[in-house]
């Protein structure tokens, strides 16, 4: 039977040794058979967490002009504030509005790889509109990045790999990722709404984990199970919801799942839901070669024997979205896939920045629309991987 609700895991059991081994048996779980589940007690008091998502909503209110003045098409980082309804996944328009953070890094420097631009500062609110808004942010990224190593180090030690198995993909100065998103509800988006009630479509997450703060008491995030049924993860107070990503399940020989999900705008009348995904960062300049054939070393056979009874126990695995993480593509490193994922969702700042890229990506849709209307009049195109895209928001 597949998974009906995502499993709850208390983190300080972890920093116990008394309760750690149930701990990591609960996380195994949560891995291999459904790729979702929440964390409570991960070290940040639920004050903190308040001022967190109090900044973030504030956001929202500032003047248009402000928004406006750090855009994301400003920069060739993918940095900054996106209007509402100005991305897309899986062909639909993601009805949203937010801004995209990360750890902050200096500009790369001149003739460093193209992917490179994604490393830089911020594009933060003016401090006379929102002046807590970047110590608060600053620090909470600081601190989730610590938990999210030390996360992956537990990940590593559920599957009985090194502790430090995954150590060798964070830089020295990795960079993380953070969104602030709103989602109106489809009674304040109008006309827009009548498309549908895409928040985001379905995707898969590209990197290794990611760490949701729901900031409303909203539902709206839906994960897939094996037979194809979409799971309500609801907020609960004190959580954060962890999603693992496509690289985590490439580089564990498909042990840890990747777990296709959604989000569904709130009904009209409901209000805006808010979220904070906080994203980890892995070393761009990472070769999808070394990922596929070093790695982080073999995981047991044991292990993937517990794998391989799960899938056979649920007939196999229906899924929506293709997995994308592997070689062979256009991009040979993690940081140019990712330029690439980014220029796909956001055509604006492809269009001004990396116009050279945006019209192969728009080749390759037209290729790949051809081909799935061929196939739709009876013929035998294949259709190669690839069309999918790993998306990062919740």
């Not at 973030?56 to 980082?77: Q, R, V």
């Not at 399940?249 to 409901?270: D, F, I, M, N, W």
């Amino acid at each position: 039977m597949s998974f009906t609700s995502i499993p709850i895991l208390n983190l300080a059991l972890a920093q116990d040794p008394a309760t750690k081994s149930e701990f990591l048996a609960d996380l195994r779980h949560a891995l291999m058979e459904v790729g979702f589940l929440y964390l409570r007690n991960v070290g940040i008091p639920d004050d903190d967490f308040g001022q967190v998502i109090k900044e973030g909503k504030a956001f929202f209110d500032i003047p248009e002009h402000e928004k406006l003045n750090i855009e994301m098409k400003n920069t060739p980082s993918f940095l900054g504030y996106s209007r509402l309804s100005a991305e897309v996944t899986a062909g639909a328009i993601d009805h949203r509005e937010q801004i995209d953070l990360s750890t902050e890094h200096a500009l790369p420097k001149q003739h460093a790889p193209l992917h490179h631009n994604l490393l830089a500062p911020n594009q933060w609110p003016s401090p006379e509109v929102l002046p807590k808004f970047r110590p608060v942010f600053s620090e909470y990224m600081q601190r989730m990045g610590r938990i999210s190593i030390y996360f992956t180090s537990l990940i590593a030690e559920a599957i009985e790999l090194p502790p430090d198995a995954f150590n060798k993909y964070f830089d020295q100065d990795q960079q993380h990722k953070l969104k602030i998103v709103k989602y109106p509800d489809v009674g304040v988006l109008g006309a827009a709404g009548k498309d549908g009630n895409q928040g985001v479509g379905p995707h898969k997450d590209s990197m290794l984990s990611s760490y949701l703060l729901q900031a409303s008491h909203h539902k709206g995030l839906q994960v897939q199970n094996m037979r194809g049924e979409w799971i309500d993860c609801p907020p609960i107070d004190g959580t954060l919801v962890v999603a693992i990503g496509q690289g985590l399940e490439a580089l564990t020989q498909g042990v840890c799942v990747s777990t296709t999900h959604r989000v569904l705008s709130p009904l009209a009348g409901q209000g805006a839901r808010f979220s904070i995904p906080f994203f980890q960062g892995v070393r761009g300049d990472t070769e999808f070669e070394d990922l596929e054939n070093v790695g982080v070393g073999q995981v047991s056979e044991r292990i993937k024997e517990q794998r391989k009874r799960i899938l056979e126990k649920n007939g196999g695995r229906l899924d929506d979205v293709e997995f994308t993480f592997q070689a062979g593509g256009v991009a040979a490193t993690l940081g140019e896939a990712t330029l690439r994922n980014r220029v796909k969702s956001h055509p604006d700042v492809g269009e001004r920045w990396y116009p050279e890229i945006l019209a192969s990506i728009r080749e390759e849709q037209a290729r790949l629309k051809q081909q799935r209307e061929a196939a739709r009049g009876g013929g035998s195109i294949h259709i190669t991987a690839g069309s999918a895209k790993p998306v990062e928001v919740h």
